[in-house]
């Protein structure tokens, strides 16, 4: 199936589907060539619409207004212009109406709100109006939009070129019939000339971005395939190996007995390392699942029980509102600081029990780990790495950490706060 999503793509071969009978049939050349042609991105036509949007609303006021600090129109302009606003409004209200009920903006549905404004803009060159001599311009950043949006070079040429050819029929045929100044025939040469120009530099531009977007995500992906392949190697041999040295020290404890004070302590704190080094090898091991896809509540429910199961001391995750979706990237940072905020509980403070908290509200997120153990040291920011990286680690998502502390028993909090907007 990948092998022919791919030959798809690249226009090569023809696509197999399955009709609701269950057989196979093939998707037509043509077909695939036309999806080719209308390949684009919902993100970026939905980007470009939310801009284009309010661009056309601040022409039709600027219009308005014009008409109405001119009264003294003549009466075949006023209905022009009357009919241009009208008709303005009620395209760009449906279109905005439907970027705010959250619909997709889909290939079909750009590229016909598209061709209405080449329709809005020729027939104001063609009819009289005010702006009748400048209104073309408008072509420009519509034809751009399109080249933005649609990846397709042999597109952008066929749009180009229908609207190109629209604007110069429009413009010999109804321009000289309604008794306006038609420009000459270098001029129209001139402004058709610019719109392939404008055209194809913004294609050739947004291609290259473009490519430059695909290859970052294409090593993106093979970074965190590699991140899932550490993780199960990881849980598959040195997770296991770590954790029947720690069953194999247990129980020459056991056997040590009470006789052998010095042997006990060695093997005790031994047992500690271990335990230790099977906790820090959770953070990869868990990581993966990030990578896999889990929610970042699941992890960490997860990471919580897995710390409650190696260091015996309760561990409960608390979530607060439903999670959004999350970039990978902010799944992972964001456990990296409950990881180290759980390896200080386990190494320092002496705590009975910690509680993870995650509270997702509206316009962000907020992760606090409380012990109740001995607190912190005045100068605990100097010692070691690990407020050091936690703090890193929120201001990397443009989150603020910080951290609060009493006396012996008054336990320890560490916090931060995380936009949804970080990156």
Not at 379 to 386: L, M, S, T, V
């Amino acid at each position: 199936m990948r092998r022919m999503a791919r030959a798809a793509a690249a226009g090569t071969e023809p696509v197999d589907r399955l009709d609701l009978r269950g057989s196979v049939e093939p998707t037509p050349r043509f077909q695939v060539w036309i999806d080719d042609l209308l390949r684009c991105s919902p993100d970026e036509t939905y980007v470009i619409a939310r801009m284009s949007i309010w661009g056309r609303w601040i022409l039709w006021i600027a219009a308005l207004g014009y008409m109405l600090s001119h009264w003294d129109l003549t009466g075949d302009n006023q209905r022009a212009m009357i009919a241009l606003l009208v008709a303005m409004v009620v395209a760009n209200a449906g279109f905005h109406w439907r970027l705010l009920s959250s619909q997709p903006i889909t290939a079909r549905w750009f590229l016909g709100f598209s061709a209405l404004d080449a329709i809005i803009i020729i027939s104001a060159s063609s009819f009289p109006n005010p702006f009748q001599s400048i209104v073309y311009l408008g072509l420009f950043p519509a034809l751009a939009s399109v080249a933005v949006g649609f990846s397709s070079f042999t597109f952008c040429t066929i749009w180009t070129a229908l609207i190109a050819a629209a604007y110069v029929g429009t413009t010999l045929t109804f321009g000289s019939a309604s008794g306006l100044e038609s420009p000459d025939t270098h001029t129209l040469v001139a402004r058709v000339v610019m719109m392939f120009a404008v055209a194809f530099a913004v294609n050739m531009v947004t291609g290259y971005e473009r490519t430059g977007r695909l290859e970052a995500l294409e090593r993106e992906q093979a970074l965190q395939r590699e991140q899932i392949q550490l993780s199960q190697r990881i849980h598959d041999t040195s997770a296991q190996s770590a954790y029947m040295i720690g069953l194999g020290i247990d129980n020459a404890i056991a056997l040590a007995g009470e006789d052998h004070a010095e042997l006990r302590r060695t093997l005790t704190a031994t047992s500690e390392l271990s335990r230790t080094a099977m906790w820090e090898l959770r953070q990869p091991i868990n990581m993966g699942l990030i990578y896999e896809g889990q929610e970042l509540s699941q992890v960490l429910g997860a990471h919580a029980r897995t710390f409650t199961a190696i260091t015996s001391v309760p561990a409960e995750l608390v979530q607060i509102g439903e999670e959004p979706p999350l970039e990978p990237q902010v799944r992972a940072r964001i456990l990296s600081i409950a990881h180290n905020a759980l390896t200080n509980a386990h190494r320092h403070s002496g705590a009975s029990e910690v509680r993870v908290e995650i509270e997702f509200g509206r316009d962000g997120m907020c992760l606090s780990v409380t012990d109740d153990g001995v607190g912190l040291p005045e100068d605990y920011a100097e010692r070691g790495h690990g407020f050091r990286n936690m703090r890193a680690e929120a201001e990397r998502l443009g989150g603020v950490f910080s951290v609060e502390f009493g006396g012996p028993g008054d336990g320890t909090t560490v916090s931060c706060q995380i936009p949804y907007d970080s990156e």
